[in-house]
């Protein structure tokens, strides 16, 4: 307790470090459970919006599992598992599991869940031969389902009693047994099987419909009971289930779960249970079926939630070193404070384990505070990140389904320890220290930091080059083989290596830069004025003193630079591939009448299509032009006597050059003095470099055409490099392949081919104007009954990859993790500069004795600010600058660089930048305000008498 009391007290005394290191502990813990956090929220959004998609491409409801078994039969199925005595009790001890066992397993609330029994097929005869058909063969079954008369509404008739009436059992059927089984309703048939107890009636007295078709009550099609009849629920367990009457020949259940609150963690639990009822049912029944839909879309998610942990972890190295450096210099900075008090209790025979104890101790009232508040701060972190659309860029999107897991309270402490061992490093030194050693090294202010001393920034750098070397190779290796790759995805060691250069690459700078200063000061020793004399000699000679707070800005500066460079390039590429793989907005194809008729010559068959209106497309709402772009794959090109695939394009050049997308710069001259340069030549064409290599010329002439169609001369008028859904590059896998295989292009009139050629089906492409609404161009499209082959929206896919869960990663972190290391950077300028001024009060004082002006000494301190944070602010520039163009070119590699077309490039914007150093040097001013305030507080005059004396 007095061990307790003694460093409450010492707490106490350091308040304002101790609450300065309590904030970085509680920033640490908040920013590493943030991850799991952030990790289960983005991928359950995803996850949702990729069931929704499913139910809408499908028809089928994603939350629902069906099982059904076949216990045996008398004469439809082959196999029989069961005699008809034992089926009552494998039905009972079945359901029993359906409903205590796995109904609970799911971590999902249960909607509905639906049991369905039905008897063998039997073959039904009319009573009354009279009014009835008796030639038909009806061959039905009876069954039941849990919970049906409030799923249904009646077309015809009535409800069925829930007994049977004078030995009739009433029954309703589906619209389509009525014609399935030739009856109407009201006549009565009777089952015809040797091994029924009774004679069985079955009359049906109503026709069902569902009362809501998108009710996931309904897993099966109406028109698959045509050949059934349903009678009351608890009659048919009465009468059948229990083989009083007929034998039940199989069962189904139906789990409606409500997946909008499924996570990861339910997802788990869900395929587990699936898995559970699989084997269960498997051990039973020799025949069953088993069917989720959801199962196939939930189980890549554990591969990409192990994905994106790695990716948010790499993400953070930068910002988890910041924290680090913040954590060591409070915690240094509190440890030189009490490097005294450390040496006489080493004197007075305390052990270094009973110091370390203490400070244990101290670490651990701070850690249990962080740990509680940390995970709740996190989830507002997570939440944060949701909303960043780009770097420094946010958007009013619906909130994350944030919320604090036990996984991010177990990443809270893996922070807290770690954090705790970082702040007792410091105090591991001081504790060699006697009190001798102590004060010899109080007055030696130039012992160099450990980072420098052990060569840790060459040593950083070295690694970081390398890899760069590395991975040019890899890109270059790729880009030449044509290697294809899989969907985006980025290599967390594209983020830990230039976070790596960063590091060292600062500190290699902080090694060089007191030299600097001493060569300036030599340089003017002999005309320097006072003040900047003595701010010299101080920025010179201490330079462990304000190291830190330098770094600080150094990595501010430069990870936010890599940042915005790496959030845009990538971004923008992305949105560049995709605009240039479609052409243009929308890009869409109407279905084309055809028939088939014999050609004039050689007896080759050529459909004739007939061309649907095209008008109607440029007049559909938000429609800013539309083009005629006719694309025939298969292709080819005779140079000579040299024939070679091609993709050929008829365009109309004008409507081509207002709608289609291609970027600015990628090609020789401008997009338009291309169309221009054939418009009006109606044979001209465009042709590809691949096409170039093989001799042709501008002013070359060569023939084009396709299969069926015989082929027509034309003449090239210009060779490209690019064009809107051309891509140049292979996919082969050697270098004589790729020269051989290079992708051809031809681009010619299409009213031209149309005559002279033939007539074949187009797409249309649109470009919509800019703040157009698409839903009701789709709207229209529903309301003309235009039938389209094909449609592909430009647009959709854009918001699709924005909300692609690596993608917000990227654009949250980057900007989160910008965000806090200017506030740990903010507080550290703060921290460091007020125990500076605090610390110099009696310096101040002596040399306001020495006759310095008031004005002097704010100059001084002025003048110290340029030096070091000034200088810190250039360096971190420099470092962001070469960081960025060396490093950011390397994320080609997750893009394919075969499939990357525009080929990548490495974006800045001058936003982003401006962006970035408003907010440091808002963070700057704040500080020197506060220095400023607290400065004019100090009484100097005070200090005056002592420097006097």
Known sequence: MALLMMIMRKMVKNKWLELSLLSGLILSVALISSIPIYTEAILQRVLLKDL?????????????????????????????????????????????????????????????????????????????????????????????????????????GRLPASEPVDGIYEALVVQQSLKALNMVLGHVFEIENGDAKTKIKVKPVGVMDKLDHSDPYWHNHLDEYRKTFFIDDDLFEAHFSSSKVLPAASASWLFVLDYSGMDLNSVHQYIQTTERIDTHLMNRFSTYSLDSPAVQTVETYFQREADLRLLVWSLYVPLIILLAFYLYMVSNLITERQKTEISVLRSRGASRLQVLIGYLIEGMLLGVIAYAAGPPIGMLLAKALGASSGFLAFVDRTALP????????????????????????????????????????????????????????????????????????????????????????VDPLLFLVPALFILGFGLLALRLYPLMIRFIFRVGREVWP?????????????????????????????????????????????????????????????????????????????????????????????????AKVFVQNNGYTLVGNERGLAKVMGIHTADFGRTAWIRDGLLGNHFYEYLNLIALDPKAVLISRSIADKGVRPGDVINVGWSGVEPKTF?????????????????????????????????????????????????????????????????????????????????????????????????????????????????????????S???????????????????????????????????????????????????????????????????????????????????????????????????????IHQALKLGED
Do not use: C
């Not at 920034?457 to 290697?483: P, S, T």
């Not at 201490?542 to 600080?552: A, D, K, L, P």
């Open 52 to 156: 929704e998609n499913l139910q809408v491409s499908s028809g089928r409801y994603p939350g629902t599992v069906y099982s059904k078994v076949f216990m045996g039969s008398t004469s439809y199925w082959d196999s029989g598992d069961y005699e008809p005595e034992q089926r009552p009790q494998v039905l009972k001890d079945t359901n029993a599991f359906m409903q205590e066992d796995a109904a609970g397993r799911f971590g999902l609330p249960v909607k509905h869940l639906v049991m369905e029994a039905a008897t063998d097929l039997y073959s039904f005869t009319p009573t009354d031969k009279t009014k009835v058909e008796s030639e038909t063969e009806r061959l039905a079954d009876i069954a039941a389902r849990s919970d049906l008369y409030d799923h249904i509404t009646l077309i015809d």
């Open 402 to 489: 944030v919320k604090v897991t036990d996984d991010s309270y177990l990443y809270g402490l893996y922070a807290v320890i770690s954090s705790i061992l970082m702040m007792l490093f410091p105090v591991f030194q001081a504790t060699r220290l006697s009190i001798v050693s102590q004060k010899q090294q109080v007055g030696r202010r130039t012992n160099r930091l450990f980072w420098h001393r052990y060569f840790f920034d060459m040593i950083a750098v070295a690694v970081a080059i390398y890899g760069l070397f590395v991975f040019n190779r890899q890109r270059e290796d790729m880009q030449k083989l044509g290697v294809d790759a899989s969907a985006f995805s």
């Open 530 to 626: 006072p003040y900047l004399y003595s701010t010299l000699i101080q920025v010179g000679r201490s330079g462990t003193q304000y190291q830190m707070v330098m770094m600080f800005l150094i990595l501010t500066i430069a990870t936010g630079l890599f940042s915005a460079s790496a959030a845009r390039t990538l971004n923008d590429n992305l949105e560049q591939k995709i605009r240039y793989k479609n052409g243009a907005d929308i890009v869409l194809k109407s279905h084309w009448l055809s028939e088939s008729s014999l050609a004039s010559s050689g007896g080759t068959q050529r459909i004739q299509y007939v061309e649907p209106p095209y008008q109607v497309f440029t007049e559909l709402p938000g429609v800013e032009s539309a």
């Open 837 to 939: 001024l605090t610390g110099r009060v009696l310096q101040f004082g002596i040399f306001r004795a020495m006759g310095m002006s008031f004005a002097q000494i704010i100059g001084m301190l002025i003048t110290e600010q340029i030096l070091i944070s000034g200088a810190a602010v250039l360096i971190g520039g420099l470092v962001g600058s070469v960081t960025s163009t060396w490093f950011v070119s390397l994320f080609q590699i997750s893009f394919n660089p075969s499939a990357q077309v525009p080929p990548f490039q490495v974006m800045f914007d001058s936003s982003d930048t401006t962006r970035l150093y408003f907010v440091v040097m808002v963070m700057i001013v704040m500080g020197l305000l506060i220095l400023g305030w607290r400065l004019s507080r100090i009484k």
């Open 715 to 835: 003449t090239v008028y210009g060779i490209i490099d690019y064009w809107p859904t051309f891509n140049p590059n292979t996919m082969s896998m050697t270098e004589e392949q790729t020269n051989a295989n290079r992708p051809s292009l031809v681009v010619g009139h299409l009213e031209y081919m149309q005559k002279a050629m033939a007539l074949e089906p187009y797409e249309v492409w649109i470009k919509l104007d800019e703040n157009a609404v698409r839903q009701p161009f789709y709207d229209a499209i529903a309301e003309k009954k235009l039938s389209l082959a094909f449609m592909t929206d430009t647009r959709e896919e854009l918001q699709r990859m924005g909300n692609d869960p690596f993608q917000l990663a990227l654009n949250g972190v980057m900007t989160l993790g910008f965000l806090i290391s200017v506030i740990i950077s903010f507080f550290g300028f703060l921290l460091y500069w007020l125990l």
